[in-house]
């Protein structure tokens, strides 16, 4: 449950982050536009640092290889 916690709050943040900087660059706001990217630019950090998610791509990548492998042993 904590690991969809973290993610909502992760897709909240890249979203919040997003919309200050579109702000900031309609109003000629740099300081809100730079807390946007600052913002938005922690999210994708946060993503791609996290081990949950990481350990999900190795998971999906070694079904995948294990379901090609079952394949092509129906096939012969």
């Known amino acids: ?3 969809i916690k973290d993610k909502f ?3 909240k943040d890249k ?3 997003e919309v200050k900087e579109a702000v900031g660059e309609m109003t000629d706001n740099e300081q809100m536009e730079l807390k946007g990217k600052l913002q938005s ?3 994708d950090f ?3 640092t996290d081990i949950s998610t990481m350990a999900d791509d ?3 990548n070694i079904a995948g290889k294990i379901n090609n ?3 092509k ?3 012969k």
């Open 1 to 3: 449950m904590r690991d």
């Open 9 to 11: 709050e992760n897709a």
């Open 15 to 17: 979203t919040a982050g």
């Open 41 to 43: 630019s922690k999210a």
């Open 46 to 48: 946060k993503k791609k």
């Open 58 to 60: 190795v998971k999906e």
């Open 69 to 71: 492998t079952i394949d």
């Open 73 to 75: 042993n129906k096939k």
